[in-house]
């Protein structure tokens, strides 16, 4: 029998899964628009893909920081292990912009500006999708279980304390007395 109360517990879940993808895009998309801007211009001193992997690289750092401290509430600055497990999938994103770009040059002699920038962006939301999925899982998994570890641990001790405060019954009062 599902009470009310199973219902409530189970709508958070989807809220925080909708709330932290919607700071999940605020931070990343900001700092991934950035970044876009940030390699055409250094792409025209550097070789694009240099570019885009020094790029990748700053921003990955920031973008996990922005992660750590709002889009997954860890809290505080991410760590080191959430930092190596984050350049993994940044380092996966790194290649889906790379072969979409690669494959914008075999298809297109010569693409303007503003076609680079729609393929980029839609190669890194894609990216971005999957990223998004990993870091929730699995690099900020621990902090949510955690959470959820307290949650579970704070319901059982009111129930404890409105055990203790009921008025007792004729079976208490006889081992009382």
């Known amino acids: 029998m599902e009470t009310a109360q199973s219902r409530q517990q189970a709508a958070p879940g989807a809220f925080s899964t909708f709330s932290a993808f919607a700071r999940f895009v605020l931070c990343g998309g900001g700092v991934g628009l950035a970044s876009s801007f940030a390699v055409a211009a250094l792409a025209?001193?550097?070789?694009?893909?240099?570019?885009?992997?020094l790029i990748t690289v700053v921003s990955t750092l920031l973008a996990t920081e922005l992660h750590a401290r709002f889009t997954f509430g860890a809290g505080g600055r991410a760590t080191w292990r959430q930092h190596a497990q984050s350049a993994g999938s940044a380092a996966a994103a790194y290649v889906v912009t790379c072969v979409a770009m690669l494959a914008l040059q075999q298809l297109v002699a010569a693409p303007g500006a503003a076609l680079e920038q729609v393929v980029y962006l839609s190669a890194s939301a894609l990216a971005g999708l999957a990223r998004f999925a990993v870091l929730r899982l699995v690099v900020f998994a621990r902090n949510r279980s955690q959470a959820a570890a307290t949650v579970r641990t704070a319901r059982p001790l009111h129930?404890?304390?409105?055990?203790?405060?009921?008025p007792?019954?004729?079976a208490a009062l006889c081992r009382a007395a």
Do not use: D
């Not at 129930?159 to 009921?166: I, L, M, Q």
């Open 44 to 53: 025209s001193w550097i070789p694009w893909v240099l570019a885009n992997a």
């Open 159 to 166: 129930a404890a304390v409105a055990r203790a405060s009921a």
């Open 168 to 170: 007792a019954g004729p």
